[in-house]
């Protein structure tokens, strides 16, 4: 699989998985769905459009907007991306290839670089290398996906659209999500403080990433995933190019204040096979080097 293509895709990556939410089509949705993925992972080229909100007791305290135009076979991408975390806006633009990432943000006129050296461009290739399943390994993942969702393969709906899409569609009630999806979220939900402050100190250059990410609040008790729905659009030529997903969360937090968590999640692919990633060009550019940081210390 490519990680690339599996991130966009998404949700398909999630079912795939069969991690959190082991759930599937019926019989012809399910082959259908199954082969959209597949076929999806090999794009050369993609468009991303991806959506996203995170509401608590009804009011929406994040919101994320980013189209990323990625080339696999050039090996470089670009990304625009706004983020409105607790009313406060950025607007970021990121260009990477293989010898470098760039990374515009809206806060200052600067444009920050990170190179790449010979050797971390030779892992990332031998790592995409490793990303590519063999046949005998991809038909075991299936399996296990197979029987992991044994016990919904009748539970999404498949019809057709009037753009001549197929719509696959999900939706559990609390009592039909697995019990190892109660579980996963209820350990990600009182463990999130944690998390918070293992990624306190990573960015890149003056851009901290926990800037950019939602302030969830912490459950500690009645912790419960009380609805999901999930669809996915596939197109005639069996490509999974639209997915939505709406995630309902309740709990209480340490104060006892019950919280009912909301997150949206809408994705869309174009372009397929025929996407170049933007370009930036440095000449006349304020511009500011910057250096990995692991561990205290820099590469």
Do not use: C
Request: no cysteine; glycine share 6%.
């Amino acid at each position: 699989m490519n990680s690339k293509v599996l991130t966009a895709v998404g949700i398909s990556g999630l079912l795939m998985a069969g991690g959190v939410l082991s759930a599937s089509a019926s019989a012809s949705g399910y082959d259908l769905f199954k082969t959209s993925v597949k076929k999806t992972q090999k794009v050369n080229s993609f468009t991303a459009h991806v959506q996203a909100s995170l509401e608590d007791n009804g009011s929406t305290i994040y919101s994320v907007d980013s189209v990323s135009k990625e080339n696999l076979k050039a090996d470089n991408g670009s990304s625009n991306v706004l983020v409105v975390n607790d009313g406060k806006k950025s607007q970021m633009n990121f260009y990477n290839d293989e010898k470098q990432t760039v990374v515009k943000s809206s806060s200052d006129n600067k444009y920050y670089v990170k190179q790449d050296n010979e050797n971390k461009w030779k892992d990332s290739k031998d790592n995409h290398k490793e990303e590519q399943f063999s046949a005998g390994k991809q038909k075991d993942i299936e399996a296990i996906f197979d029987a992991l969702t044994k016990n919904y393969q009748d539970s999404v709906t498949s019809k057709e659209l009037s753009n001549g899409n197929t719509e696959l569609k999900l939706d559990l009630s609390k009592n039909e999500i697995p019990a190892v999806g109660q579980a996963v979220m209820s350990f990600f939900l009182k463990n999130i403080d944690q998390q918070r402050s293992e990624n306190a100190h990573e960015g890149f250059g003056p851009l901290q990433y926990a800037n950019l990410k939602p302030a969830i609040p912490q459950l500690t008790s009645n912790i419960s995933v009380s609805r999901v729905v999930l669809k996915g659009e596939v197109n005639p030529h069996q490509y999974l190019t639209g997915q939505k997903a709406d995630v309902y969360v309740s709990g209480k937090d340490p104060d006892g204040t019950e919280h009912n968590v909301v997150l949206h999640i809408i994705s869309n692919l174009d372009n397929l096979n025929k996407t170049n990633a933007d370009t930036v060009d440095l000449k006349g550019k304020q511009v500011v080097k910057v250096q990995d940081r692991h561990d205290g210390h820099e590469d």
